[in-house]
């Protein structure tokens, strides 16, 4: 959105480590807190469009992941009013530059070049949370060229919705259309140009990528 001169960003935050199974899969501790971390606007991609595999980046790992958009203002939510600021349910891809987040990782360095690079926040359609039957334990499936590389569901969630937009209001304040990506199940790997993806959420199809 455009008002003269003045222009409001969207948040993209990212919680990593959700499932204990993909932090067990990358030899991650299973953390105390929601691991935090946040890409740009300019990561975005929308509407079905195709994701180009940057050349330079080495392995990029798919990550399947229930994304929330916030539907108002907010700062230190309590949990217990967390549930109604989540105005629309849907998935997200966040592609991560694996190669490089480990080398990142081994030298105590940010994270964001492995995973806010261009392109590296995938969204799908959105639904409202009672469309989905939410609260209630959601299903998230990826399938890649027809074969199922990733499920899990939100009772597999190390922190509930309710608990991340809680915690993360604490540092940010929540604006309306900000996202949340809440972490991915087991199950991540590379991307292969040609490939096809394919998000459900409840078995509903909900996101489509191909990479280019
Ligand atoms: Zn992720």
């Given at each position: 959105m455009r008002i003269g001169l003045i222009f409001t960003a969207v948040k993209i935050i990212c919680i990593g480590r959700n499932y204990a199974e993909h932090a067990r899969e990358l030899n991650n501790d299973v953390p105390g807190e929601p691991v935090v971390f946040m890409k740009p606007e300019s990561a975005l991609i929308r509407d079905g469009k195709p994701f180009f595999l940057p050349d330079h980046l080495g392995d990029v790992h798919?990550?399947?992941?229930?994304?929330?958009?916030?539907?108002?203002?907010?700062?230190?939510?309590?949990?217990?009013?967390?549930?109604?600021?989540?105005?629309?349910?849907?998935?997200?891809?966040?592609?991560?530059?694996?190669?490089?987040?480990?080398?990142?990782?081994?030298?105590?360095l940010p994270w964001e070049l492995a995973k806010g690079f261009d392109g590296s926040a995938i969204l799908g359609d959105w639904q409202t949370p009672e469309a989905v039957q939410w609260p209630g334990i959601l299903s998230l499936r990826l399938e890649v060229n027809g074969e199922t590389r990733q499920e899990g569901d939100t009772g597999q969630l190390l922190f509930s919705f309710e608990q991340i937009i809680s915690f993360v209001s604490r540092y940010f304040t929540l604006k309306m259309g900000d996202l949340i990506f809440t972490g991915t199940p087991a199950g991540v790997g590379p991307v292969h140009r040609g490939d096809r993806l394919q998000g459900f959420l409840n078995d509903r199809p909900m996101l489509q990528c191909k990479v280019c």
């Open positions: 798919h990550e399947l992941e229930i994304v929330l958009r916030i539907g108002r203002n907010g700062k230190h939510i309590a949990e217990r009013f967390a549930a109604t600021y989540i105005d629309r349910i849907g998935l997200g891809i966040d592609f991560t530059a694996r190669t490089l987040q480990s080398d990142l990782k081994g030298r105590g």
